[in-house]
């Protein structure tokens, strides 16, 4: 099994990628010679996130291989079990699964599954996932899964497997699935995240973790984030945000989009609402140019070294463990070079004492100190 790096006070590098031929097969490879902690590869409606997994495990040798995510929804409980535990061996213990509810617009419109009950959905999963990891026969009457289905002519299996345990990390931003993924998760994957207002989602986490016996320690905390190495942070900034446009008019519908809540639950609903507005009328550039710059450099990492060093002393300080940064460049060798830069920045982090001084609001949060 992969290490337990949750509540180590040590920040960890994973990458996104989405190695689907063998120049960006060896990249990765280069990125774990570098000492890259972690792989995590996504999925839309394009390529599916296990596969390329399965490739990576035959090339590497110790990094991390993480989905982020596996649509819920897109197979059945006992299918994702089947594919991890077989990802988990392929690997030597690396795999960790990495689940999310996705939306309405993909799950019904690309996979024709109702998306009804999503957190319901999200922990029946889960714990279908370890009955069958366990090696014990398939029993589960759930309100959303019923095995064997009644009524008809299966029976209660088990694997055919050596029973094979995996991590479970759960993509959330809603407070009932934040309180889910402290009571079963493994880790958390995190995204639309400003350090300042870290306590939105961890005193949510904390509150499931604490209800069954668990603390903040038992998981591992992670988010996604862009990292641009400039001197003209105005500028970046401003392109970064006016990213968030697309998220915010587009991933979801005007009355259901979950990243907006989120932002909103963070003090950022106005401009939220204001940019999906002119969105959802047609005015993307509009949309675009709206999303204050601020929403841009606070999710992100960008500026000078002295600045990115900061930001990480931030993330740091309130609590998170790994950052997952997308690639960094147009080229392989400029990717290459951001990570190896990037990785010595946090290394410098990492090798202060916990209590540095990080001139931010962030607070570290009891249960998972740093």
Not at 61 to 82: D, F, H, K, N, W
Not at 217 to 233: A, K, N, P, Q, R
Not at 265 to 288: N, T, Y
Not at 324 to 351: F, H, K, Q, S, Y
Request: proline share 5%; glycine share 10%.
């Amino acid at each position: 099994m992969v290490a337990d790096v949750s509540g180590s006070g040590q920040l960890r590098l994973g990458v996104y990628a989405l190695p689907t031929d063998r120049t960006a097969i060896d990249e990765i490879v280069e990125a774990e010679r570098l000492g890259v902690d972690s792989v995590w590869v996504p999925e839309a409606w394009g390529t599916d996130a296990l596969t390329p997994l399965a490739a990576l495990a035959s090339h590497t040798e110790r990094v991390r291989l993480g989905t982020a995510i596996v649509q819920i929804g897109s197979r059945t409980p006992a299918l994702l079990a089947m594919s991890a535990m077989t990802l988990q061996q392929l690997s030597g213990g690396r795999f960790l699964l990495g689940l999310g509810t996705s939306g309405p617009q993909v799950i019904e419109g690309w996979h024709g599954v109702p998306f009804a009950h999503p957190v319901q959905r999200t922990r029946e999963t889960i714990e279908i996932l370890r009955i069958v990891s366990s090696g014990e026969r398939l029993r589960y009457d759930g309100s959303e899964y019923r095995l064997p289905l009644p009524g008809g002519e299966g029976k209660a299996i088990r694997t055919s497997m050596t029973p094979t345990a995996f991590p479970v990390y759960v993509a959330s931003l809603g407070p009932a699935n934040l309180r889910l993924t402290g009571e079963l998760a493994d880790g958390w994957i995190g995204n639309s995240f400003f350090c300042e207002t870290a306590d939105v989602f961890f005193d949510e986490i904390r509150t499931g973790a604490e209800a069954v016996g668990r603390s903040m320690s038992d998981i591992e905390l992670t988010v996604s984030l862009s990292c641009e190495f400039t001197d003209d942070i105005d500028e970046a900034s401003q392109r970064h945000a006016s990213g968030f446009a697309f998220t915010f008019g587009a991933m979801g519908s005007r009355n259901s989009n979950f990243y907006n809540e989120a932002f909103a639950r963070q003090g950022w609903g106005d401009d939220v609402a204001a940019v999906q507005d002119l969105w959802l009328s047609g005015d993307r550039e509009g949309a675009a140019a709206r999303v204050p710059a601020e929403l841009g450099r606070r999710t992100n990492l960008i500026g000078p070294p002295e600045e990115i060093t900061r930001r990480l002393r931030e993330y740091r300080a309130c609590g998170i463990d790994t950052i997952r940064v997308g690639p960094m460049g147009a080229t392989t060798d400029d990717r290459l070079a951001n990570l190896e830069r990037l990785l010595g920045l946090i290394a410098t982090v990492n090798a202060e004492p916990t209590g540095h001084d990080t001139s931010t609001t962030a607070t570290t949060h009891e249960g998972h100190p740093r």
